[in-house]
């Protein structure tokens, strides 16, 4: 019976990683509800005052880069912390979904607002805005993915972890689940580029359109 049930168990975990494209399949899914909620909420008369005023206060702010990397280590830190607590509970991957869902929601209610204050310069302000820290966050989400997996089976006592567990790339079901070093460089990265190269490229932006 319990090698029953662990066959059933690792079956549904393999399920999982081969579904993989399909978890980040809500990200845009995701940004088009966020478009559309931020029509149904958002003011112009309102987003103009807050559009103003984050423009006057990027113009004016002198950045103290230390300071902005440790916020930021911070801020990211607590985000996989919350990632590893969902992992610890039995619908952890399903609440991984729901997170990739609730960013790409996130991101279309933004564009929507920049959109309708400036329309094609607010688009492009916010397309900078997660430029280039935004491309090492998705790579780590979409191999965090696996990790996420990872910690999961091993709260669930699936037999697959043993093999993930020593670091080595396996294939499931024609997913190859890579090392972990993969998704912690690409976060280290993230967090650089954000503190050091984002504000560069963000400001060079504000001024361009004076």
């Not at 580029?193 to 359109?209: A, G």
Request: with cysteine; charged share 15%.
């Amino acid at each position: 019976l319990k090698c029953v049930v662990d066959m059933k168990r690792n079956r549904s975990i393999n399920e999982l990683l081969s579904r993989k494209q399909n978890v980040f399949i809500l990200f845009p899914a995701g940004f088009i509800c966020g478009v559309i909620l931020g029509a149904l909420i958002l003011k112009e008369e309102q987003l103009k005052t807050v559009t103003d005023f984050l423009v006057k206060c990027i113009k004016e702010i002198t950045v103290y880069y230390p300071l902005l990397f440790l916020y930021i280590a911070y801020e990211r830190l607590k985000n996989i912390l919350f990632l590893f607590m969902c992992s610890c509970l039995p619908f952890g991957p399903y609440l991984y979904a729901c997170i990739i869902a609730l960013l790409g929601m996130g991101l279309g209610v933004m564009m929507y607002g920049f959109a309708v204050c400036a329309g094609f310069s607010g688009i492009a302000f916010v397309l900078v805005s997660f430029f280039p820290h935004g491309i090492f966050y998705c790579i780590m989400f979409y191999y965090g993915y696996e990790y996420f997996l990872l910690i999961w089976m091993r709260r669930q006592g699936g037999d697959l972890y043993s093999q993930l567990a020593k670091g080595e790339s396996i294939s499931v079901y024609g997913v190859k689940i890579q090392k972990i070093y993969i998704p912690i460089v690409v976060a280290i990265i993230g967090v650089l580029t954000e503190c050091y190269v984002n504000p560069f490229f963000v400001k060079m932006f504000v001024n361009f359109l004076d």
